[in-house]
């Protein structure tokens, strides 16, 4: 367990809000710092981690993909389409385990169908980051503190035809990242709390054929975590959170005629719609684009299509790809046993620099499965934080809806 480095780290983002710094006035810039790479950074970044193994495991696709008990992360308006009553699911992952060897995210997540049109979904998202030991100025120890993240969401779906789902979702977010201790500008720090919401789209088409055999094609878009800025100090420093655009999709086919193999592939592009990094000379005075902290929640997010300094190219690298396939192979009875996935992930390099690639594995038996991801940094330099990277998702999932009768109807 390194406790300098992460204690450096907590007391930055209580100094500054978030990661990056209070440009409201001149900051100084490090010699040889390279200001042209811009990479936008929100508070409670823990948000936006892929939580669970199966889509980790495909390069953090998720916003199309078939519906399961995670899907009120990815886009809860598949729920409705689900092929299962009810589910639900445990993920654990240890968290940059490449430096420090005691963090980690844990998600809890599940659904249940109303009725045939209905869904509803709830979720609990933990980030632990760690017993720390908090220093003074002059390096002696002020107090030990475990700082923790969570967000409690729940949801509801329903379908508006056979082929479209729409889903709303609300999110309690609460950050506590010290031990109210008080910092050098003698502001006291203080955990920071705000609610959020996600509005979802999903089209499915099962009425495809690929080579003759039968396919489905869906589509997903997603806004989440539409909602007020944090604070950790007082009101005139607050930050935005990740509200974030999604927009996806899966082509899922038979491999042979029994359809007892099945291959998916999908895609997804995200934005983050906050506002872009202003561009800032030696001093660390704003020469073009504005201070985030002076944007309202609307304005931040209708102008983060227009807003980066270097224009529309820089715009388009603010856009995050991943791409991943998933083989699944069903027995007789027409339950999947086994899956295979890979992925790839990719962040421009002034934006975060984020590339890797994934693969992961899936067991399914009667109502349990188990799925494990691990994540493959391109970049393969020593220190790399995201280098052995795993997911672990166990999921209970119980009775086929095609199964149940739903107020005296059965379902087609």
């Given at each position: 367990m390194n406790n300098t480095l992460k204690s450096t780290l907590i007391l930055l983002l209580l100094l500054t809000g978030s990661f990056y710094p209070t440009l409201a006035q001149p900051t100084s810039v490090i010699l040889g710092q390279d200001t042209s790479r811009r990479p936008i950074t929100t508070a409670v970044p823990f948000l936006s981690i892929a939580p669970d193994?199966?889509?980790?495991a495909m390069g953090d696709v998720g916003a199309a993909l078939s519906p399961d008990a995670n899907s009120i992360y990815w886009n809860a308006a598949k729920l409705p389409f689900a092929t299962q009553d009810y589910a639900v699911s445990f993920s654990?992952?240890?968290?940059?385990?490449?430096?420090?060897?005691?963090?980690?995210?844990?998600?809890?997540?599940g659904y249940y169908k109303i009725d045939k049109q209905q869904t509803f979904a709830a979720s609990l998202r933990y980030f632990n980051m760690g017993n720390i030991q908090f220093t003074d100025n002059n390096g002696q120890p002020i107090t030990d503190f475990v700082p923790r993240e969570f967000a409690f969401a729940a949801s509801y779906s329903r379908k508006l035809s056979d082929k479209i789902g729409v889903g709303v979702t609300g999110r309690f977010i609460h950050s506590n990242l010290s031990a109210n201790l008080v910092l050098p500008n003698q502001q006291e720090s203080r955990?920071?709390?705000?609610?959020?919401?996600?509005?979802?789209?999903?089209?499915?088409?099962d009425e495809f054929q690929v080579s003759g055999r039968p396919a489905t094609l869906a589509f997903g878009a997603i806004i989440s975590n539409i909602g007020a800025k944090i604070s950790y100090s007082n009101q005139n420093e607050q930050d935005f959170i990740p509200t974030?655009?999604?927009?996806?999709?899966?082509?899922?086919?038979?491999?042979?005629?029994?359809?007892?193999n099945k291959l998916t592939v999908a895609i997804?592009?995200?934005?983050?719609?906050v506002p872009s990094p202003p561009l800032v000379n030696s001093q660390g005075q704003i020469i073009k684009g504005e201070d985030p902290r002076d944007r309202t929640l609307l304005s931040g997010i209708?102008?983060?299509?227009?807003?980066?300094?270097?224009?529309f190219s820089e715009e388009l690298q603010e856009i995050m790809i991943s791409a991943g396939a998933e083989y699944k192979y069903y027995n007789t009875e027409g339950q999947d046993v086994f899956a295979?996935?890979?992925?790839?992930?990719?962040?421009?390099?002034?934006?975060?620099?984020?590339?890797?690639f994934s693969i992961g594995a899936g067991l399914n038996y009667n109502n349990f499965a188990f799925d494990v991801a691990y994540l493959i940094p391109q970049n393969q330099q020593q220190g790399n934080p995201l280098a052995e990277t795993l997911?672990?998702?166990?999921?209970?999932?119980?009775?086929?809806?095609?199964?149940?009768?739903?107020?005296g109807s059965e379902i087609n």
């Open positions: 193994a199966r889509s980790a654990y992952s240890p968290w940059l385990r490449n430096l420090v060897d005691d963090m980690y995210l844990a998600f809890l997540s955990p920071g709390t705000t609610g959020a919401a996600d509005v979802s789209f999903f089209y499915s088409n974030n655009l999604r927009i996806g999709t899966a082509l899922t086919s038979s491999l042979d005629p029994l359809e007892r997804d592009f995200n934005k983050l719609l209708f102008g983060s299509f227009t807003d980066a300094p270097d224009g295979a996935r890979a992925g790839y992930f990719y962040e421009a390099r002034n934006k975060g620099n984020r590339k890797y997911r672990f998702t166990l999921s209970l999932n119980f009775k086929k809806a095609q199964e149940r009768v739903y107020e």
